[in-house]
């Protein structure tokens, strides 16, 4: 079924006529410093904060001005298909809720009101594995709506696939894996507050939950939380996995793998060499690799070079329905959004993440429209003029 997502513009000005407003901005840039009076330092920068000077995040938004769109006329555009298959999962519109760890920092209701408002718009939701609930709980909140894992790799093998077997059994339908994320990067934002989610005993909801994890602890996570979160954190950060551990994922995941964090197009080809589904071409929002290209540039080369062999998704600076027409139209089959919708959860919760995705599906539909483009396969580079 397609919908007219652009409808959500005239809902807006209707309820304007009863002297009802939306939640929050509809204006991504608004919606952060509007988060930045309701969130404490920590909390606002551990969000808004990116690795190092900040130039790889600000990259990521310049990237998007250096391509334009060229308005067509008179091609029946006036009614609108965004509906895609993403890795199988169908969708109506490209667009999902990048895994973000740690919401219960921004907003008590956490990942269960994300997945909710992500479920009534009908887009998939990423859980991270740095929830601060558990998989079945997400899932359950979820309902009907589309569901994805992310994965932050274990190194302990039984670890890992319990989680997986979890994730799996509660409905999970595709992996997320998160390479680029191995350490955390040197974030300035955060150190100057001090402030690391996992130290403070947040974003444990995933293992905490676990079976096979806590039958490796001696005294259980309530007895000691200290020694259970040092363990956690030891066995997910500081060693970096290699390409020869892939077939592990394979052997316990039988859905589509989806690898995150890709920048290089050989890192592209060897992820279809490993079999993979799917890429995400992502400097992780600019938080890991100071200095890093732009993720809008690293794409075109990407396409070129596997296009056709695994569905490539982007993320990193997605704030517009333009933004999402022109990674579309550089070869793009999806998008994935992060920080709009989290400032949307720290203003209203459900209603304001609903809000947010409500308004990037709408700006995108307008101007798909009002720029001539009827379906997503009428989004090509021709679409685009470099500046
Ligand atoms: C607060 C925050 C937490 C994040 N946590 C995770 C995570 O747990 N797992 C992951 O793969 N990516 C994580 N990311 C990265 C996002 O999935 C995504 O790659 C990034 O936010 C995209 O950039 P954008 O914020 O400019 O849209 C996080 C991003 C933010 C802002
Ligand atoms: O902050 C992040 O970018 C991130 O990926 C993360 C990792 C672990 C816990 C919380 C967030």
């Given at each position: 079924m397609t919908e007219w997502f652009g409808g959500y513009q005239n809902e807006i000005y209707l309820q304007g006529l009863g002297g009802t407003f939306p939640p929050?901005?509809?204006?991504a840039t608004k919606l952060e410093e509007s988060a930045r009076e309701i969130l404490g330092p920590g909390p606002f920068w551990y969000v808004a904060g990116s690795a190092g000077s900040g130039a790889t995040a600000r990259a990521n938004r310049e990237a998007f001005d250096r391509w334009r769109l060229v308005p067509r006329m008179?091609?029946?555009?006036t009614e609108r298909d965004l509906s895609a298959t993403v890795l199988g999962t169908p969708v109506p519109a490209p667009v999902l809720l990048a895994p973000v760890g740690v919401q219960s920092i921004v907003h008590e209701g956490a990942e269960p009101a994300a997945a909710r408002a992500a479920a009534s718009v009908g887009l998939p939701y990423v859980m991270s594995t740095a929830s601060s609930t558990s998989i079945e709980d997400v899932a359950e909140a979820s309902g009907e709506g589309p569901r994805w894992f992310q994965l932050y790799w274990p190194t302990d093998n039984d670890v890992c696939a319990s989680i997986l077997a979890r994730a799996k059994a509660a409905g999970f339908t595709t992996l997320v894996v998160t390479l680029d994320t191995w350490t955390l990067a040197w974030r300035p934002n955060d150190l100057d507050h001090a402030y690391l989610p996992f130290i403070k005993g947040e974003g444990l909801g995933v293992p905490l939950s676990d079976p096979v994890f806590r039958g490796l602890?001696?005294?259980t996570p309530e007895e000691d939380p200290p020694t259970a979160i040092l363990r956690w954190i030891s066995m997910i950060t500081g060693t970096d996995s290699t390409w020869d551990r892939l077939p592990f994922l394979r052997e316990h995941w039988d859905g589509p793998i989806v690898l995150k964090g890709i920048q290089h197009p050989d890192d592209a080809r060897r992820a279809v060499d490993a079999g993979m589904d799917g890429i995400v071409v992502s400097n992780h929002g600019g938080r890991q690799v100071d200095g890093a290209v732009a993720s809008l540039d690293a794409l075109p080369e990407i396409v070129a070079a596997v296009g056709d062999r695994l569905e490539i998704l982007f993320d990193s600076g997605i704030r517009t329905g333009a933004d999402i027409a022109k990674a579309l139209a550089l070869g793009a089959k999806a998008v994935l959004v992060g920080r709009p919708w989290v400032y949307g959860l720290a203003h209203a919760g459900e209603a304001g993440v609903r809000h947010v995705l409500r308004s990037l599906l709408a700006d995108l539909d307008l101007t798909m429209g009002l720029s001539g483009h009827?379906?997503?396969?009428?989004?090509?580079?021709?679409?685009l003029r470099h500046s």
């Open positions: 929050c901005s509809t204006d008179l091609t029946g555009a602890l001696e005294k009827r379906t997503l396969a009428d989004l090509t580079p021709a679409s």
